[in-house]
């Protein structure tokens, strides 16, 4: 099982702590009340998509031999106007640089993180629809 605590510091600063003994500041902005000192929810939550997809094509790529030099994950998240402001589009765009990158491989790694393995994606996807798109940076 996946823990986590969440303790109130002062106004709308809260510290996360997960299971694993890490830590992360969360706040709001002054207009609710905040310092702008961390990070929102609704961020943390397009970061753990981010990673969670990230460390899946980073493994697939190593499995198949790539020779992977960087990987960038630009994701953007549409809200509803109305609360409770859920997600209801999320656009995530893969960036992988590398040496000789076989477009298949990029692809099928990046097919098989959306697809089977991003248990983040799995969560999110019956709330909002979930794009993805990848380009390849091939550098000498």
Known sequence: MITAKVKWAEDMHFIGQSGTGHTIVMDASPDYGGFNSGMRPMELLLIGL???????I???LKKK?????????????????????????????FIIKGKNLSEEAVK??????MEKYCSV????????????????????
């Open 108 to 113: 099928r790694a990046v097919e098989l993180s």
């Open 65 to 93: 031999k790539q020779d992977l030099r960087g990987l960038t994950i630009n994701i953007k998240g549409k809200q509803a106007e109305n609360y409770p402001k859920r997600f209801t589009e999320i656009e995530i765009e």
């Open 50 to 56: 981010g990673g969670c997809s990230g460390m899946d």
């Open 121 to 140: 994606k799995a969560t999110l996807e019956g709330s909002a629809k979930i794009i993805h798109s990848f380009k390849i940076e091939n550098i000498d």
């Open 58 to 60: 980073v493994s697939i």
